[in-house]
């Protein structure tokens, strides 16, 4: 258990100061592009892999491409129509649009979120409404610190009227349509499974919270905070206690 406890604190520290010192320091947009693309790429590995490992990996892996997929696609409609999300606008700091419109990185970032809120909410809910609907709440919740945060990061903006931190309310209502339909899709592949699945597939989710929440704090978007600090200690809580119980059940 001290094992874990020390990587988790060593992930959080080394993490959170990747988040700052890329304010502090910024780096050229070409070069930013490429890092920021392979730290997300890096971000997202351990949901995937849990996921293959929870449900086998040739189910894990038409349900990571099929969540990639309706990412681009959504993603791609939202920004030709600006439904759900209203109407925004990406910066030059994102980088290897397809069809000079939809980012990349938003599969590596969309889908790691979908498969961590589920989780969640199946360690909580066995009705599947209840699970889509708390996962739908918690995915909501996350982008309450991710959207604020980028745009912060003048990684992209809106127009329109705001609602929090220069965000239109019509993109948190955008990502309940977004997020039960992702939910939706990836219990199709998930329903079936039985015992559960180790909450290290979490992980991922994890490392976004604090990253973002990191920003989001040294921005002061102080909202986005007391969103983000309490929903990264209920995960760490979730690991700790899975830990705690693995060692007694050893014994």
Same mark, same amino acid.
């Given at each position: 258990m001290l094992k874990k406890i020390l990587f988790l604190i060593t992930l959080t520290f080394f993490v959170s100061f990747a988040a700052y010192t890329s304010i502090l320091f910024p780096l050229p947009a070409d070069i930013y592009q490429i890092v920021s693309t392979i730290a997300l790429v890096l971000f997202s590995l351990p949901s995937f892999y849990f996921l293959s490992k929870s449900i086998g990996l040739r189910k894990g892996v038409i349900a990571i491409s099929l969540l990639f997929l309706f990412a681009l696609s959504f993603e791609y409609f939202a920004i030709k129509t600006g439904f759900p999300y209203g109407h925004f606008t990406y910066s030059d700091r994102i980088g290897f649009l397809l069809f000079d419109t939809v980012p990349l990185? @938003?599969?590596?970032? !969309? =889908? $790691?979120?979908?498969?961590?809120? *589920?989780?969640?909410?199946?360690?909580?809910?066995?009705?599947? +409404?209840?699970?889509?609907?708390?996962? =739908?709440?918690? *995915? @909501?919740?996350?982008?309450?610190?991710?959207? $604020?945060?980028? +745009?912060?990061?003048?990684? !992209?903006?809106?127009?329109?009227?705001?609602?929090?931190?220069? @965000?239109?309310?019509?993109?948190?209502?955008? !990502?309940?349509?977004?997020?039960?339909?992702?939910?939706?899709?990836? =219990?199709?592949?998930?329903?079936?499974?039985?015992?559960?699945?180790? $909450? !290290?597939?979490?992980?991922?989710?994890?490392?976004?919270? @604090?990253?973002?929440t990191t920003i989001t704090i040294t921005f002061q978007l102080w909202i986005s905070v007391l969103i983000g600090i309490p929903f990264i200690f209920f995960l760490l809580y979730l690991f700790l206690e899975n830990s705690t119980k693995a060692k007694k059940s050893a014994l």
């Open positions: 990185f @938003v599969s590596f970032a !969309w =889908t $790691p979120l979908i498969i961590g809120s *589920l989780f969640l909410a199946k360690m909580f809910q066995r009705n599947l +409404v209840m699970i889509l609907l708390l996962s =739908t709440i918690l *995915l @909501v919740l996350a982008d309450f610190i991710l959207d $604020p945060g980028a +745009v912060a990061l003048t990684y !992209w903006s809106y127009s329109g009227i705001f609602f929090l931190y220069s @965000v239109p309310l019509s993109n948190f209502l955008g !990502w309940i349509l977004s997020g039960f339909m992702g939910s939706a899709l990836l =219990t199709l592949f998930t329903r079936d499974k039985q015992e559960a699945p180790s $909450p !290290w597939i979490l992980l991922s989710l994890y490392i976004m919270l @604090v990253y973002w």
